[in-house]
């Protein structure tokens, strides 16, 4: 079954907010993390991805954290904009090879 | 370059019936992966193929199956279908340029299979 889930199927944000967006995966051999976003109509698309040996990793307005201690990852979206409206999965690459994803979150845009 | 491209983008069948998915990976990619994708299970992984080989599968029946083609195209199969089997059939895309490249998925817009 899958090893990877989310703490809240739905996230409301208002516009300009910081988002914070949690995900606990069971499976410790996992070394490599990758966050997705689908918006509406549309496949995943990759956002920011992180190895098993950093803690964090930043991209544009979007920054990664892993807690291997207690398996959890994060995605933090700063200054939220409409535009991130979407469901953000969480993945990770098994001992087996194989890319195994979280249920995802939806993320809300209030005004 | 191109994107991931599925074929068709909507599908309706009727149970009992089988069904072939396309998929044709970003250009120079050899590396293709299925997932399927439903509200209750979220996206559950089928299959990889790499250089025509399957080489990695999920837990899904034999029903499901697939291949992959000298050029990279990849097409999947179910047979005998199911009501369950209604969901977005999603195809993701790798390049070969070590393991960080690889990891990481390009997807399609998935083809919508709707099993009546």
């Known amino acids: 079954g899958e090893s990877v889930g989310l703490h809240l199927p739905t996230l409301s944000v208002q516009e300009g907010d910081n988002s914070i967006i949690n995900c606990a995966y069971s499976?410790?051999?996992?070394?490599?993390f990758i966050w997705y976003k689908q918006e509406s109509g549309k496949g995943p698309q990759f956002i920011i991805d992180?190895?098993?040996?950093?803690d964090k990793r930043q991209g544009q307005r979007v920054t990664v954290l892993l807690n291997k201690t207690v398996k959890h990852l994060s995605l933090q979206i700063a200054a939220t904009q409409p535009g991130d409206s979407a469901v953000y999965f969480c993945?990770?690459?098994?001992?087996?090879?194989?890319?195994?994803f979280g249920k995802g979150t939806r993320l809300h845009i209030l005004p | 370059k191109a994107g991931v491209t599925q074929t068709p983008r909507y599908l309706i069948k009727t149970r009992g019936q089988q069904v072939t998915l396309s998929c044709s990976p970003i250009?120079?990619?050899?590396?293709v992966s299925w997932y399927q994708q439903t509200p209750g299970q979220g996206l559950q992984f089928l299959f990889e193929?790499?250089?025509?080989?399957?080489?990695n599968k999920g837990n899904f029946p034999g029903r499901f199956s697939g291949r992959q083609f000298s050029n990279s195209r990849s097409e999947m199969n179910v047979s005998t279908l199911e009501l369950g089997d209604s969901a977005l059939y999603l195809c993701?895309?790798?390049?070969?340029?070590?393991?960080?490249?690889?990891?990481?998925?390009?997807f399609g817009s998935g083809t919508q299979l709707s099993v009546l």
């Open positions: 499976n410790s051999a996992s070394d490599y």
């Open positions: 993945a990770e690459n098994t001992w087996d090879d194989k890319i195994i």
């Open positions: 993701a895309s790798s390049s070969t340029g070590g393991d960080s490249e690889r990891e990481k998925l390009f």
């Open positions: 250009s120079g990619h050899r590396s």
């Open positions: 193929y790499f250089s025509e080989t399957q080489r």
């Open positions: 992180i190895r098993s040996n950093m």
